[in-house]
């Protein structure tokens, strides 16, 4: 084969172009968290969400261009999307930005599948299954979800651009949401199918 994307990966790399945008979106979660909690300076929130969301991106994609796919990526990816979520769940619940029902469900979800590592770990796959392509579609329309209904919290008399940032924020964090038990129950599934397959053997 030939051009770019031919290098031989190093499944057990660590310091990869992928990985620190990964180390950098973690090291984001606290900053977001004071921006949001402390000084309330919500446009450097944006700014840090949006950051997350492009590397986000960025790291799957430069992962598989430059073939610097790695065991560890494979974690920090998904801990790093969990990070955010968290954080930024906790942030706009204590601000009444989010209802505190919605934040029980999406941790309660996660606290779910946390149960699920000692099975998994005792049939050797690891802390974790492979990202499901609807967990992936759930967490981005979470992520997008956030920045709009941040945008569109105010006092007083709404305007425009705030309106229409919370009807877009809703609309994402509905759908996000389903996907995201649907996700959950996708998965509690992969785990059940292999229990049962340990079994057989």
Known sequence: MSGEGTTTAHPDRILTLPNLLSFLRLAGVPLFLWLILGPERDGLALLVLMFSGFTDWADGYLARRLNQTSRLG?????????????????GLTVRDI?????????????????GCVPTLRRLGYGPALPVHYLGKAATFNLLYAFPFL??????????????????????????GSGLYWWAGVLYLVQVRNLVEADRRA
């Open 74 to 90: 494979q974690l920090l990816d998904p801990a790093a999307d969990r990070l955010y979520i968290l954080a930024t769940l906790v």
């Open 98 to 114: 989010v209802p505190l029902w919605l934040t029980l469900a999406l941790v309660g979800r996660d606290l779910v599948l946390l």
């Open 150 to 175: 941040l945008l569109g919290d105010g006092t007083g008399e709404m305007t425009t651009v705030q309106t229409v940032a919370n009807v877009l924020g809703w609309a994402f964090a509905i759908w």
